[in-house]
């Protein structure tokens, strides 16, 4: 696809189900290799990281197959411990294979991921975690080498709740030798679903929800079917999207439990909400408030995945907004972008002052990574006139069918 068109200044009205979680699959399939058995999982999103994450699997000699919904893997023989330069260079998150791959081969090759986009995204944090469990680490041009005969669970705590380190942190230990105590670790829900598929398969985890997991190593897993949670910030973008256009939409299977900083947002926008069961409806008219002072911060605070999309929601709030980004150094890349349709922002350091106009104009648009290109998409739809927005393949990274869900919602989108 070259470009996806957008017909914007439509209010949206329809319902939308929302997809199963990006960043909840990827740990998981990770987790599948610890296994030397069949795991079928439902409600895996079609986006291009998992499959991605699935060919990097059958490059280490996994079966995969799809069964109508149902995603099959088999990882009884694996032959391989090497992740395939081509998609571990692509995909930031292969570097959560190092956990599971020291766990069930004692050995690991991985492409040392560079910086990228939304900021240097180092991995030391990962790999002073690991070695404290007994892995040792070799550089070598192409990328890293790990191996670690004999795991030892320990009491360890990170320098920052780092999210990835969290989930390899888990993955080793879960068939390390004895019990790991992880203080700090990261509270976002995506670790308490790892460790609660981790647990379906026969490993023992507690303190999910809390900054300190406690993992008994266990030797053997067993075959387990387990359904992959919604995802919430695919949730949090169609309710910042409905915020902004302004309409009546419902949305289907949202993790409410998981969207409370969301959700205030939303209200302080001015977004009438009411929640059911699994279901959330959002009704705005008119241009959202502005909000004074919102900080990103690691869950339950305002997630860095919706930084962007707020930004582009506020560029038409009535008044002076300010946002800043504590997570990631560089994700104010789309205000390019958000300026060449009309809206006034100012970037100092960490901080954006965000001006809010009566409109924005449909143009041409460039997405440049994932949550960003969603951003995009989101002015787009609010903006006058037709936009057209280039490279969507950083938007299918993360959202299963964004022209669906658009469509869904009334929105006049096609694709080129
Ligand atoms: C995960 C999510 C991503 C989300 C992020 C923060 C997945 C697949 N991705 O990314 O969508 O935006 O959490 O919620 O789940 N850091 C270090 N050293 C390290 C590790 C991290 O300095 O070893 C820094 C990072 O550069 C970043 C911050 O810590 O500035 C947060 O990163 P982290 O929580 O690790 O995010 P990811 O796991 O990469």
Redesign the pocket.
């Known amino acids: 696809m070259e470009y996806l068109e957008i017909e914007g200044g439509n209010p949206l009205y329809g319902e939308v189900r929302i997809q199963g979680s ?2 909840a699959a ?2 998981i399939l990770s987790a599948v290799i610890l296994h030397r058995g069949t795991t079928v999982l439902r409600n895996c999103p079609k986006i291009i990281d998992v499959l991605y994450m699935l060919e990097i699997l059958k490059g280490f000699g996994c079966r995969v197959s799809w069964e109508g919904e149902a995603l099959v893997i088999e990882a009884s023989d694996l032959a391989a411990c090497q992740v395939a330069e081509c998609y571990g260079r692509q995909m ?2 292969s570097i ?1 294979l190092l956990g599971s791959l020291l766990g069930r081969m004692k050995q690991a090759s991985v492409s040392y991921p560079g910086g990228c986009v939304i ?9 002073g975690a690991l070695e404290k469990l007994g892995a040792v680490f070799a550089e070598e041009p192409s990328g890293l080498k790990a191996v670690c005969e004999k795991p030892v669970g320990l009491t360890l705590r990170l320098p ?6 969290t ?1 390899n942190v888990i993955l080793l230990a879960a068939s390390a030798e004895g019990t790991t105590v992880l203080e700090n670790a ?1 509270m ?1 829900p ?1 670790i308490g679903e790892l460790c609660r598929f981790l647990n379906s398969m026969g490993a023992k985890i507690r303190g999910m929800g809390t900054d300190k997991l406690v993992i008994d190593g266990v030797r053997e897993f067993h075959d387990t079917e387990f359904t992959i949670m919604p995802d919430r ?1 695919v949730a949090g973008t169609y309710m910042l999207m409905t915020a902004a256009v302004g309409g009546d939409v419902r949305l289907l299977d949202v993790p409410l439990e998981q969207l409370g900083s969301v959700r205030k947002v939303l209200g302080q926008m001015g977004a009438r909400q009411e929640a059911g069961e699994g279901m959330l409806r959002i009704q705005s008219k008119g241009r959202p408030r502005s909000i004074s002072r919102i900080i990103t911060r ?2 339950p605070g305002f ?3 919706l930084q962007s999309p707020l930004l582009a929601a506020l560029s038409l709030g009535e008044g002076c907004s300010v946002i800043e980004e504590t ?3 560089a994700r104010f890349k789309i205000v390019e972008e958000l300026r060449r349709m009309g809206a006034q922002i100012q970037v100092e350091g960490q901080k954006a002052l965000i001006q809010g106009v009566e409109e924005l104009r449909g143009t041409n648009l460039t997405a440049r990574e994932l949550r960003g290109g969603a951003a995009l998409v989101l002015a787009a739809a609010a903006a006058r006139g037709t936009s057209r927005i280039y490279q969507y393949h950083y938007i299918a990274r993360g959202y299963e069918n964004i022209i669906r869900d658009l469509q869904s919602m009334g929105s006049v989108v096609q694709s080129t």
């Open positions: 990006k960043n990827l740990p930031r998150s959560m900021g240097e995204r180092p991995i030391d944090i990962h790999l920052f709740p780092s999210v990835g380190a989930e990261a976002e995506e910030i690691p869950y997630p860095t995945d997570i990631f150094e």
